[in-house]
């Protein structure tokens, strides 16, 4: 390879910043030209606008920005228009838009302009390279060497699809980037199991009433998000949304919390406080752990939901509210009510319209969903590269009875990505407070926690690591190498096939064979 074919090759090859690439390759035409001027134009709305701009360090005739109508004759409207290269001889060409050139100090003499044609077809812009020396011409007008310069121009511009195609991914993963960046402190709800969609179906129908609603279900099962669901769904939900854990704090505090108190109700009652559930007027109260109430404000509460009006403490009057209460349990309160724990007559009043939330263990389909939502928001967190979860693991992983639910997932999930340092988590890189169900399942032959023995013909893993491609077909692996290339190079396919040491027409007919394309 010759110094002119490396250099060639580096501005083409290396460059993925249009702006960058634009610069390097018109600098390098000049170059091959020897001459002093050259320009790139491209087309915006009604005029065609100088979007790059070279001459000789003595030229001062900078045009980069400079622009002109579509209506007025110029080369770069004609190479524009017609999509051909063309030569003209400036102040004779009619298409010589002459008094663009007027205060110029170096004038044109002779024209070369090309079309820049993205590997779409479509007109991207026009480059043109400008003899300003008026006494001869050095511009090779050879209709050989004219091919050879107009297929390295036709090389540049498809280096310039690929470079705008490139900023444009990563545009558009920086937008997902940003929606990811939101989950970290925006909670989704998420699932596909029946259990799942029927509760979702309970909270749209309900979130078009006031009535109060009672969620009920196992502790970390998302109640907080399916009170916070019901009220962005009302009509209420440019109004306060408030919460209130009945179990977090004393009972006298939570009194004084929920109903506030006058100046002088109790002493270090320096000033009067607004309780939440005035503070709630018009908009959704959520009560959590309704069931760790005490029977005293159990009662107090029930005056509230029958007449619509609060009384702070140490005052006299009562004021009317606009609540929508929302309360939920862990407990069984039908049981509390037969144990005195819990008011009858408060239970039918919160109860109105009940939804039961599923332990996980009931949504086995929605793990893989809620394992790859956790892994995104985490891996985003963190700074690291997601992980995948091995076919045995997220088997493992399904049919593991999760007593803690969907928070104790988010907690494995934070583990594993602070602790394991492999790309893929396999059975055997699973927590440790995991390991005892492991080895008891292991023991009715479910699961084997070594699944392979020191070394077998099947395998050249030591014990106790779990092979990355244990449950994969040829065609999975391949699918799946295909897919990490891909996203590694952010679908920059002659980089992919670059890093899988093949061909670009191999890797793309890969791509064909498996079914992967952008969408």
């Known amino acids: 390879m010759t110094e002119f074919d ?64 579509v209506d007025r004759p ?10 051909e290269m063309t030569v003209a001889e400036a102040g004779k060409d009619p298409r010589h838009y002459k008094e663009f050139e007027k205060g110029m100090k170096l004038k044109s003499n002779l024209i070369f302009a090309f ?23 050095r511009l090779n007008v050879d209709k050989k060497y004219l091919e050879l310069l107009k297929s390295i121009v036709d090389m540049g511009a498809t280096a310039l699809s690929n470079a705008l195609y490139f900023t444009q991914q990563v545009e558009k993963n920086l937008e997902l980037e940003q929606i990811l960046a939101g989950m970290q402190s925006d909670a989704q709800i998420i699932g596909q199991s029946r259990p799942f969609i029927d509760v979702m179906k309970q909270v749209r129908d309900y979130a078009a009433t006031d009535f109060p609603v009672l969620i009920t279900g196992e502790s970390g099962t998302g109640k907080d998000l399916i009170a916070m669901a019901l009220h962005n769904l009302s009509s209420r939900k440019d109004k306060p949304f408030v919460v209130q854990n009945c179990s977090a704090i004393p009972d006298t505090l939570l009194e004084s919390e929920l109903f506030g108190y006058k100046k002088g109700a109790f002493t270090g009652a320096t000033e009067d406080k607004i309780g939440l559930l005035k503070a709630a007027d018009s908009g959704t109260v959520f009560l959590d752990e309704i069931g760790d109430m005490s029977l005293r404000l159990q009662s107090r509460l029930l005056r509230v939901i029958q007449n619509s009006e609060i009384k702070p403490l140490g005052d006299t009057k009562t004021y009317k509210i606009s609540l929508r209460i929302i309360s939920a349990s862990n407990k069984d309160l039908i049981q509390a009510i037969a144990g005195k724990e819990f008011r009858e007559d408060l239970f039918y009043r919160l109860n109105v319209l009940p939804i039961h939330l599923p332990p996980l263990r009931e949504r086995k389909k929605d793990i893989p969903l809620l394992l790859n939502y956790f892994l995104k928001r985490e891996a985003l967190k963190l700074g690291v590269t997601q992980k995948r979860i091995s076919k045995k693991a997220l088997q493992y992983l399904e049919d593991y009875q999760w007593e803690g639910n969907i928070r104790e997932l988010e907690n494995f999930v934070k ?16 927590a440790d407070h995991f390991k005892k169900e492991l080895h008891e399942r292991n023991a009715d032959n479910r699961f084997s926690f070594y699944e392979e023995p020191m070394f077998s013909a099947n395998s050249l893993s030591p014990a106790g690591v779990e092979s990355p491609f244990a449950g994969y077909s040829w065609e999975d692996l391949e699918k799946d190498y295909v897919l990490y290339l891909l996203n590694k190079n952010r679908w920059n396919i002659t980089r992919a096939a670059n890093d899988a040491k093949i061909n670009r027409s191999t890797f793309d007919s890969r791509m064909k064979k498996l079914g992967i394309n952008k969408r």
Not at 74 to 79: D, E, Q, R, Y
């Open 115 to 137: 079309p820049l044609i993205l590997r779409d077809g479509q007109v991207y812009g026009v480059v043109q390279l400008i003899d300003t020396n008026p006494s001869s011409d």
């Open 415 to 430: 583990y594993t990505l602070s602790t394991v340092d492999n790309d893929i988590v396999g059975v055997n890189e699973i």
């Open 6 to 69: 490396l250099d060639i090759y580096k501005v083409l090859f290396e460059e993925l910043d249009p702006e960058s690439l634009r610069k390097r390759f018109l600098k390098l035409l000049l170059k091959i030209q020897n001459v002093e001027r050259g320009s790139i134009w491209i087309k915006q709305e009604n005029r065609y606008v100088c979007i790059e701009s070279l001459g000789s360090p003595t030229d001062t005739d900078i045009i980069k920005g400079a622009s002109m109508s």
């Open 74 to 83: 110029s080369i770069v409207g004609w190479v524009m228009e017609n999509a």
